[in-house]
């Protein structure tokens, strides 16, 4: 494996919002959320607003807009039960996510 570990900042978030006890994590991406398929190839896919863990397993996505090592830590998390995606090209996504609103898609255990 090397001195790379297998997870990037998205985990190295989660784990440090975990041991703040913090009960959801917001990771400020370039892209709405999760859909079925590639929106920028698929013109026709479908934006997902609230997905399981269990549900994304199933659904053998190409891509994520996170690590899938995300999946395990949500599972296993002590304080944490959701993960919100939101886009930070748009401020305002920040701000509502912040102030407790559904932006972008939430992923559970």
Known sequence: MGRIPPHGSNSGAFLLAECFGCQSVTLVKDVNGLYDRDPNINKDANFISEISTEEV???????????????????YSRQISQVQIVNGLDPDNIIAAVNGEQVGTIVHR
């Open 57 to 75: 397993r199933k659904g053998d996505f190409a891509s994520l807009p996170f690590e899938r090592i995300l999946l395990d830590l949500l599972d």
